[in-house]
Nanobody
Framework: QVQLVESGGGLVQAGGSLRLSCAAS????????MGWYRQAPGKQRELVAAITSGGSRNYVDSVKGRFTISRDNAKNTVYLQMNSLKPEDTAVYYC??????????WGQGTQVTVSS
């Protein structure tokens, strides 16, 4: 059973940057696509970025050009570099599989708060 632990969130002013990490117990090499999700208060969880095992990347339009997803399969870790942050990016951020038959068990997430 793979466990996911997100970290790196915090409080940042608009225009600032944060780097999130998702550490997985066990190998993620066999997982084709990993993604970062976020959930704001009163809203459903949404996918914001995804990356395949081969390094192909996709982003939701609202973060394109500002966020960069990456993965280090040897370290079983997925990253999300977030630049030019906006107040509307405020949410709890999670990582998990994307497009697989099942999600892994969700971690606790990491809070990102962007002030104006």
């Amino acid at each position: 059973q793979v466990q996911l632990v997100e970290s790196g969130g915090g409080l940042v002013q608009a225009g600032g940057s944060l780097r999130l990490s998702c550490a997985a117990s066990g190998s993620i090499f066999s997982i084709n696509t990993m993604g970062w999700y976020r959930q704001a208060p009163g809203k459903q969880r949404e996918l914001v970025a995804a990356i395949t095992s081969g390094g192909s990347r996709n982003y939701v339009d609202s973060v394109k050009g500002r966020f960069t997803i990456s993965r280090d399969n040897a370290k079983n870790t997925v990253y999300l570099q977030m630049n030019s942050l906006k107040p509307e990016d405020t949410a709890v951020y999670y990582c998990n599989t994307y497009g697989s038959i099942r999600y892994l068990t969700w971690g606790q997430g990491t809070q990102v708060t962007v002030s104006s």
